[in-house]
């Protein structure tokens, strides 16, 4: 009885870990892609209005589309 309650005690100890690590894994995706669609955003904005301060400006606002 003790073997059987230790071994269903590990293996709901192997899935809390990985369900852990999956929500960490998902969290940092979803954070990557919020960042990624920001740049994208801010990029569009400055081609649209034309705020560019220089030409520096312009080549990383250009290359934010091109990646």
Do not use: N
Request: with cysteine; net charge negative.
């Amino acid at each position: 009885m003790k073997l059987a309650l230790g071994v269903v005690a590990g293996a709901g100890a192997l899935v809390g870990a990985y369900r852990r690590q999956r929500v960490d894994e998902d969290g940092a995706l979803r954070e990557a892609t919020r960042l990624h669609t920001t740049r994208k955003l801010l990029a569009a904005t400055d081609v649209c209005t034309g705020t560019f301060i220089g030409p520096a400006e312009h080549d990383g606002a250009a290359e934010e589309w091109g990646s």
